[in-house]
């Protein structure tokens, strides 16, 4: 994990603990334990609820146990202080599963948390310790190395694999504010071929889809760079191989997926063309209804996608190969290291669009504005020129500003969402590519 070596203007993330904390209060029963100072976690609340109004759930946010140390804990040692919030944990907090996080301060000072909770055995639920002060990288980051210690830690290796089983990596609780309808999507049309699929963060799991994980056959990572790292840890401790795909968007895409997935799984090819034939239908039934208003709409756009580097392809995709949109910039806003931007680059490369866009890696916001103004002229003293027009803007709610700049239309999809409330929605599989285009043709529609 590369970290940031400058300063970011309105970053896109938070740190490494951040990442933790959502996905653990994404987790059924299980309650996160911050041994840190009073502001990580009153910070980090705010600021994962910036995925959609993403909430507390069972244990989250707000609701997270602290240790809350103070200047005398610095200076002496925080583990004493760590001991007695446990033991207050225990008695009050009814968890199926712990989690206890370390802050910037505590892994600073050199506090042994590890000890301090293994000294407090037996527990009355299981615990998973991981060291995630802040400076270590970002919430992306924090995601992937929680995945790696519950398996280091909690999950079971199993004997014996489930041939039909497989475990879904890669989408981040909040900072993919679309985490919980994609992967329900998603999840619903791998079960219609047969498949058990674990998600862990979505609403219908429980402590038995985590301690069964390790049977699984296949994990799926919808990213190429969130999620690889552990999906590896995983295929050393426990022996399950993984596929690494982009996450799929509309029927082209999910199209493709799914048959990708049914030959890893080396499913009937009948069972398999029948689902994608009866969903592709169900899909362009429901577009057929929408054909008059997109047609006397100036509905094709040009498109400036900005969000991380999970999300930044897909949409682009979408955008060009589903509904026909001409994407001009695809802008990817973590801070990656060479690696991952070749990678991604690679995976760009693979996309056949009609008219290619630039990919740009920037983290800072006001460059990405400065960015574009400096490549068109249509921003320059010319009474002739090309315009980015009409113009609609993917990206978090940061980019309004870049809409209005460009004149153009705006919708949110990437964190951070702040006016929108996100509870089940997805843009995924067939049902979030119907979404997705009517968010799009509502937000042309709202000006109206």
């Not at 995630?132 to 924090?142: D, I, L, M, T, V």
């Not at 900072?175 to 219609?192: C, I, S, T, V, W």
């Not at 990817?332 to 990919?359: N, S, V, W």
């Given at each position: 994990?590369?970290i940031?070596?400058r300063?970011i203007?309105r970053?896109r993330f938070?740190c490494?603990l951040?990442?933790?904390l959502?996905?653990?209060?994404?987790?059924p029963k299980?309650?996160?334990?911050?041994h840190?100072?009073q502001?990580?976690?009153?910070s980090l609340?705010?600021?994962?609820a910036?995925?959609?109004s993403?909430g507390?759930?069972?244990?989250g946010?707000?609701a997270?146990?602290?240790?809350?140390?103070?200047e005398?804990d610095?200076?002496?040692g925080?583990?004493?202080?760590?001991r007695e919030?446990?033991?207050?944990v225990f008695?009050?907090m009814k968890?199926?599963l712990?989690?206890?996080?370390t802050a910037?301060?505590?892994?600073i000072i050199?506090?042994d948390?590890?000890?301090?909770?293994d000294?407090l055995?037996?527990?009355?639920s299981?615990?998973?310790f991981l060291e995630?002060?802040?400076?270590k990288g970002?919430s992306y980051?924090g995601?992937g190395?929680?995945?790696?210690?519950l398996f280091?830690?909690?999950i079971p290796k199993?004997?014996k694999?489930d041939?039909k089983?497989?475990?879904?990596?890669?989408l981040v609780p909040?900072y993919?504010?679309?985490?919980?309808?994609d992967?329900?999507?998603?999840?619903r049309?791998?079960?219609?071929?047969g498949?058990?699929v674990?998600?862990?963060?979505?609403n219908?799991?429980t402590?038995?889809?985590?301690?069964r994980?390790g049977?699984a056959s296949?994990?799926i990572v919808?990213?190429?760079?969130?999620?690889?790292?552990?999906?590896?840890?995983i295929?050393k401790?426990?022996?399950?191989?993984?596929?690494?795909?982009?996450?799929p968007?509309?029927?082209?895409?999910?199209q493709?997926?799914?048959?990708?997935v049914?030959e890893k799984f080396?499913?009937?090819?009948?069972?398999?063309?029948?689902?994608?034939?009866?969903?592709?239908?169900n899909?362009y039934?429901?577009?057929?209804?929408?054909?008059d208003?997109?047609?006397?709409t100036?509905?094709?756009?040009?498109a400036?996608v900005v969000?991380?580097?999970t999300?930044?392809?897909?949409y682009?995709?979408y955008?060009d190969?589903e509904?026909?949109?001409?994407?001009a910039y695809v802008?990817?806003t973590?801070?990656l290291?060479e690696d991952?931007?070749?990678?991604l680059?690679t995976?760009?490369?693979?996309?056949?669009?009609?008219?290619?866009?630039?990919?740009?890696f920037e983290t800072?916001?006001?460059?990405?504005?400065?960015?574009?103004e400096?490549?068109?002229?249509?921003?320059?003293?010319?009474?002739y020129?090309p315009?980015i027009s009409?113009a609609?803007v993917?990206?978090?709610?940061?980019?309004?500003?870049?809409?209005e700049v460009l004149?153009?239309?705006f919708?949110s999809?990437?964190?951070?969402?702040i006016?929108r409330?996100i509870i089940s929605?997805g843009?995924?599989g067939?049902?979030?590519g119907l979404n997705?285009?009517?968010d799009l043709?509502g937000a042309?529609?709202?000006?109206?």
């Amino acid at each position: 994990m590369a970290i940031c070596d400058r300063p970011i203007e309105r970053p896109r993330f938070s740190c490494m603990l951040g990442g933790v904390l959502a996905t653990v209060s994404a987790l059924p029963k299980t309650i996160p334990v911050i041994h840190g100072a009073q502001g990580c976690g009153g910070s980090l609340a705010q600021g994962i609820a910036l995925g959609g109004s993403f909430g507390t759930g069972y244990a989250g946010n707000s609701a997270v146990p602290s240790t809350n140390i103070t200047e005398s804990d610095v200076i002496f040692g925080g583990e004493d202080r760590l001991r007695e919030e446990m033991q207050g944990v225990f008695e009050v907090m009814k968890g199926e599963l712990f989690v206890v996080t370390t802050a910037c301060m505590t892994d600073i000072i050199g506090d042994d948390a590890k000890a301090v909770v293994d000294s407090l055995a037996p527990h009355p639920s299981p615990v998973v310790f991981l060291e995630s002060g802040g400076f270590k990288g970002n919430s992306y980051y924090g995601y992937g190395r929680l995945i790696e210690e519950l398996f280091l830690q909690y999950i079971p290796k199993a004997e014996k694999k489930d041939p039909k089983a497989v475990n879904i990596f890669g989408l981040v609780p909040g900072y993919d504010p679309f985490f919980r309808g994609d992967l329900d999507e998603l999840k619903r049309l791998l079960n219609a071929l047969g498949l058990t699929v674990n998600t862990f963060v979505t609403n219908d799991q429980t402590q038995e889809n985590l301690l069964r994980a390790g049977e699984a056959s296949l994990n799926i990572v919808l990213s190429r760079v969130y999620g690889v790292d552990a999906a590896e840890t995983i295929k050393k401790s426990h022996g399950i191989d993984y596929f690494i795909t982009d996450i799929p968007l509309g029927a082209v895409a999910t199209q493709v997926f799914i048959r990708d997935v049914a030959e890893k799984f080396n499913l009937e090819k009948k069972a398999v063309d029948e689902l994608l034939s009866a969903e592709t239908r169900n899909y362009y039934t429901y577009i057929d209804r929408v054909t008059d208003i997109v047609a006397d709409t100036d509905f094709q756009n040009y498109a400036v996608v900005v969000a991380n580097a999970t999300q930044a392809l897909p949409y682009a995709k979408y955008l060009d190969n589903e509904i026909g949109w001409i994407p001009a910039y695809v802008f990817i806003t973590d801070d990656l290291d060479e690696d991952q931007q070749a990678l991604l680059r690679t995976a760009f490369d693979a996309i056949t669009f009609e008219t290619k866009p630039e990919l740009v890696f920037e983290t800072d916001t006001f460059k990405i504005q400065q960015y574009i103004e400096q490549q068109n002229p249509q921003f320059l003293a010319d009474e002739y020129y090309p315009t980015i027009s009409p113009a609609f803007v993917l990206g978090s709610t940061i980019e309004r500003r870049l809409a209005e700049v460009l004149n153009g239309v705006f919708l949110s999809v990437s964190f951070p969402v702040i006016n929108r409330v996100i509870i089940s929605k997805g843009y995924a599989g067939f049902r979030g590519g119907l979404n997705l285009f009517e968010d799009l043709i509502g937000a042309l529609l709202a000006g109206r």
